[in-house]
C-alpha cells in the first residue's frame, strides 16, 4: 500500500457486468460506486480518498483471472473485491496472491478456502442448510427432495450438504440436476414436482433470474413447498395451492 498518508486508497473491484450473471454484476458495480462516493463524501477512510478501479469480468474466468492481474500489477490497487461464481473467486485469487493483495469475496459460497490474503464474508452450506432443511420438513412435512441446480461449484457442494440433512432428518433425495447458468425454460423438469407425489419439495441453486424461471413454472406445475437458497441471500419460501391463489 503507498505510504503517504493521504494518497488515495486503491479499490479494485471485479464483476460480471455483462454475460449470464450481468443481472448481479451491474447492480454489483452500482453499489461499488455509491458506497465510494458516499465514503468519499464523508472525508475518505482514515483521511484517505478511495479510488474505484472498475472492471468486467463478461461472467467468464479468464477474463476474471485477466483483469485481476491488470487492477494487482498494473494498477497497484490496495484491495479487491468481487467475484459471484466460485471457480470466478478462483481465478481472481492467482493474481492477487501472486501480487500479495488483500481479496474480499463477499458471496455465499461452498466453503474450504483458506488463505491469509483472501476474506470471505459470505455463509458457508452449513449455515444455511442445518437450519433450513429442518425447518422446511417441520413447517411442510417435506420428505422427499428434488434439487434443480445451476452448472457450477456451489450447487455440488450445497447439494452434498442437502443430502447429508435431509437424511438425518428421515428425508431423502429424489433427484439432482444441474443446467448451463443461463438456462431458463424449466417446464419439463418441474413435471417431476407431481400433485400425486405429496410431501416434497425443490430446492432451488440458481441465480435469480433462472429461480424466477423455476418458479414460475413449478406454481402452474405442483402444490409443492419450495425453497431457494438465491445467488444473494437464503430466502425460505412455503407455498401452497392455498398461498399461490393469493
Known amino acids: 500500500m503507498n505510504s503517504s498518508s493521504t494518497a488515495a486508497i486503491r479499490v479494485g473491484v471485479i464483476t460480471d457486468v455483462t454475460g449470464p450473471l450481468s443481472l448481479l454484476g451491474v447492480a454489483n458495480a452500482n453499489i461499488a460506486k455509491m458506497v465510494i462516493d458516499d465514503i468519499n463524501s464523508k472525508g475518505g477512510l482514515l483521511g484517505r480518498p478511495l479510488n474505484l478501479h472498475l472492471e468486467d469480468s463478461a461472467t467468464t474466468d479468464s477474463v476474471a483471472e485477466a483483469k485481476s492481474r491488470k487492477l494487482v500489477l ?8 468481487g467475484g ?14 501472486e501480487g500479495k493483495k488483500l481479496y474480499l469475496y463477499p458471496e455465499q459460497y461452498e466453503g474450504q478456502e483458506c488463505h491469509p490474503l483472501i476474506f470471505c464474508t459470505g455463509p458457508v452450506p452449513a449455515q444455511q ?5 429442518p425447518w422446511l420438513m417441520q413447517k411442510t412435512g417435506a420428505k422427499k427432495f428434488y434439487c434443480p441446480s445451476a452448472e457450477y461449484i456451489w450447487p455440488h457442494i450445497m447439494n452434498k450438504k442437502l443430502r447429508e440433512a435431509a437424511a438425518a432428518h428421515g428425508g431423502s433425495i429424489v433427484g439432482e440436476e444441474y443446467f448451463p447458468i443461463d438456462h431458463t425454460d424449466y417446464a419439463v423438469p418441474s413435471r417431476k414436482l407431481s400433485p400425486a407425489a405429496p410431501k416434497s419439495s425443490s430446492i432451488r441453486s440458481f441465480p435469480r ?7 414460475n413454472c413449478t406454481i402452474r406445475a405442483s402444490p409443492s413447498a419450495a425453497a431457494s437458497w438465491s445467488a444473494r441471500t437464503l430466502k425460505r419460501t ?8 393469493r
Request: with cysteine.
Open 74 to 81: 498494473e494498477e497497484k490497487v490496495d484491495v479487491l473485491l
Open 84 to 97: 459471484i461464481y466460485s471457480s470466478t473467486r478462483q481465478a481472481i485469487k492467482g493474481p492477487v496472491v
Open 129 to 133: 442448510v442445518e437450519s433450513l432443511i
Open 209 to 215: 433470474g433462472s429461480r424466477r424461471s423455476w418458479s
Open 238 to 245: 412455503c407455498s401452497d395451492s392455498s398461498q399461490r391463489s
